[in-house]
């Protein structure tokens, strides 16, 4: 999985996300930046490594998806799947 594959999918999840506050909540979403890592990355939140798969950080309002969790999924893991 690459950097604009995922790119996509956040931006997809951000339409839903978006509608969903609009019309549901009648707020405004605020949209989280997206942090592509491989290995380990530090954030408000602290350090993580691969092991922690995506996450969210509400300290920074950042998304972190690590490329190497994907690769593992499918090598490791048996489990290439889709978003």
């Known amino acids: 999985m690459d950097g604009s594959t995922v790119s996509a999918v956040l931006a997809d999840t951000e ?4 509608d969903i506050f609009r019309t549901e909540i009648g707020r ?7 942090v592509l890592f491989n290995g ?3 954030s408000a939140c602290g350090f993580a490594q691969s092991a922690v798969g995506p996450f969210y950080c509400p300290l920074d309002q ?3 998806l690590d490329l190497g ?3 593992d999924l499918d090598t490791r893991l048996g489990a290439p799947g889709d978003f």
């Open 28 to 34: 405004p979403y605020r949209e989280p930046a997206l």
């Open 62 to 64: 950042q998304v972190y």
């Open 40 to 42: 380990g990355v530090r």
């Open 15 to 18: 339409e839903v996300w978006n």
């Open 69 to 71: 969790f994907f690769r």
